[in-house]
C-alpha cells in the first residue's frame, strides 16, 4: 500500500510538472516568438528549483508535496481570488512574449540590459529556493486555503516574523518575473498579484482564525502579516 502510494504521488508529481511546463511554453512562445532566449532561460531556471523543491520534500515531507497538489479550493471566496490569480498570471506570461517579439520596453520605455536580466534570473530562484525553509516551518500549508485534523499553528522560523512567509516570498518572486523576462511593459501586471495575494491572505485569516485553535493568540503575538515592523 505505501508502494502504491508512493509511485502515485510520484506519478501526481511529474504530470503537475509536466502540464506546468507546457503551459509555460504555450503562453511565453506561442503569442511572441521561440527566439526569445529570457524565455528558454526562465524556462530551464523554473524546471531546475522546481525539481530541487519537489526531490528535497519528496525526500523529507512527502504529505506536504501531497498537499501542495490539492487544486480545489473550498471557500468559494478563495475561488473567486484563485480564478484572478489565474488572469493576472495568464495576462503577465502573454504579455512579455509579445512584448519580446514586438519590442514594446525597447521602443516605449528602454530595453532590460542582459545582466538585470542574470540577475533577476538568480534573485528568482533564490526567492524560489526560500519557500524550503518556509515549508518545513509549516507542514500543513496546502495550496488550498483549509484545515486538518491535528494541525498546529506554525509560530516557527520566518512565521517568528511575519504570519504570511510564504505570501511574503511569492510576492518577491513576482518582483523579479518581469525582469526575468526581459519586460518592463509587464511591471504593471506582475504588480497586480499585490491586492490578489493580500485578499487571499485576508480570507485565509478568517478561516483559520474561526477554525484553527491557538490561529488568534498567534495573531496577537505576531501583528505583521507580510512586512516584519510593517503591514
Known amino acids: ?72 479550493e473550498k471557500v468559494t471566496a478563495q475561488r473567486f481570488i484563485m480564478f484572478l490569480m489565474k488572469i493576472v498570471s495568464v495576462v503577465f506570461y502573454v504579455l512579455c512574449g509579445l512584448d519580446h517579439r514586438l519590442g514594446w520596453s525597447q521602443t516605449y520605455l528602454t530595453p532590460v540590459p542582459w545582466w538585470l536580466t542574470v540577475l533577476a534570473l538568480l534573485s528568482y530562484a533564490g526567492c524560489y529556493l526560500l519557500f524550503i525553509p518556509v515549508f518545513n516551518a509549516n507542514r500543513f500549508a496546502a495550496s488550498v486555503v483549509q484545515t486538518e485534523a491535528g494541525q498546529t499553528v506554525a509560530d516557527r522560523g520566518l512565521y517568528r516574523w511575519v504570519r504570511h512567509p510564504m505570501y511574503a516570498v511569492s510576492l518577491a518572486v513576482w518582483f523579479w518575473l518581469p525582469l526575468a523576462l526581459g519586460s518592463l511593459i509587464a511591471l504593471p501586471v506582475a504588480a497586480l498579484m499585490v491586492p490578489v495575494i493580500v485578499l487571499r491572505l485576508l480570507n485565509e485569516e478568517k478561516v483559520l ?11 496577537r503575538r505576531t501583528p505583521c502579516r507580510l512586512i516584519p515592523f510593517g503591514w
Open 209 to 219: 482564525q474561526r477554525d484553527l485553535p491557538g490561529y488568534r493568540e498567534y495573531c
Open 1 to 72: 500500500m505505501e508502494n502504491k502510494t508512493t509511485n502515485n504521488l510520484l506519478t501526481r508529481l511529474v504530470g503537475w510538472t509536466l502540464i506546468q511546463q507546457t503551459v509555460l511554453v504555450i503562453l511565453l512562445f506561442v503569442p511572441g516568438t521561440w527566439h526569445y532566449w529570457q524565455g528558454w532561460t526562465f524556462m530551464g531556471m523554473n524546471l531546475t528549483v522546481t525539481m530541487v523543491f519537489c526531490t528535497y520534500f519528496y525526500q523529507h515531507d512527502r504529505e506536504l508535496l501531497a498537499r501542495r497538489l490539492l487544486r480545489k
